[in-house]
């Protein structure tokens, strides 16, 4: 997870899997402030299920609530730790199928609720010489995802895939 120094307040309706029975009425569903997730603590380490704090979004990202997810053989290399600039712990997985519940203050062309996907690419800068000449899958700048963020928190609007 990313430290956003952008941290909103939870909006009011979202859509979720867990509800808060204390206090909403039962047809109004209530974001946990936690998630569970499948994570790599450490390089070469066995998975582990936790519960996580449920991260807001930055002003340029909307959050994924995530329905499921594939499980290739690039996860394998998250998990053993192969590429260089990985940084434990990491939630794997970069086929992503889920809904927006959370929306960045700065995007526009999405909202909540859209179903969408995330692949590998999960985002480019828009300035370095390949992303200038529209080749941002070679962006010098790229991030992975499931490798440079965890799979099933904020995504880039970028790498985000309408289904
Ligand atoms: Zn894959
Ligand atoms: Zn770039």
């Known amino acids: 997870m990313r430290d956003s120094p952008d941290v909103r307040p939870p909006k009011a309706a979202r859509s979720a899997r867990s509800r808060n029975t204390n206090s909403a009425p039962p047809d109004s569903p209530v974001m946990s402030d936690t998630m569970r997730a499948v994570e790599v603590p450490e390089s070469g380490a066995d998975f582990d299920v936790v519960e996580k704090s449920v991260p807001e979004p930055d002003a340029d990202e909307v959050r994924i609530s995530v329905e499921a997810c594939g499980v290739c053989h690039s996860d394998e290399m998250t998990k053993e730790g192969v590429y260089p600039r990985i940084e434990f712990p990491r939630v794997p997985g970069h086929e992503v199928v889920g ?13 909540e ?51």
């Open 99 to 111: 809904h927006i519940d959370a929306v960045g203050d700065d995007v526009d062309e999405w909202s």
């Open 113 to 163: 609720g859209e179903r969408v996907g995330v692949g590998w690419h999960g985002g480019h800068c828009f300035t370095c010489e390949a992303c200038r000449r529209g080749d941002f899958i070679n962006c010098e700048n790229a991030e992975v995802t499931g490798i440079d963020f965890d799979c099933s928190v904020e995504c880039k609007t970028a790498s985000v895939l309408e289904l």
